[in-house]
């Protein structure tokens, strides 16, 4: 399971749909956390993040912009096109 705080969403289909529950893994991936890592390791401002003032939180809306800001960081990180750029800076405020 993944997206924008997805720990959320996993306490509220725990509690009102306990039969999907069931069959979910306990991985879950926050978006929002590779968000977070590249505003500090990088100087730009990733994309896909500066259209989160217009999200209206529906569930297919977040669906589409949480793939599309994956897409973005699987590029940076694993394409190798903007990998430098973002290991740089790891470590750096340490």
């Not at 590249?38 to 217009?54: G, I, L, M, R, Y």
């Not at 809306?61 to 394409?79: A, G, N, V």
């Amino acid at each position: 399971m993944g997206g924008h705080s997805p720990s959320f969403d996993r306490a509220f289909i725990h509690e009102k749909m306990p039969t999907l529950d069931h069959y979910l893994s306990h991985r879950m991936l926050d978006v929002s956390t590779l968000r977070e890592l590249w505003k500090s390791w990088c100087s730009e401002v990733p994309p896909a993040s500066q259209d989160a003032t217009h999200f209206r939180h529906r569930a297919l809306e977040d669906c589409m912009t949480c793939l599309e800001e994956l897409k973005f960081y699987r590029k940076y990180l694993y394409d190798g096109s903007g990998r430098q750029a973002f290991f740089d800076g790891v470590g750096r405020d340490l």
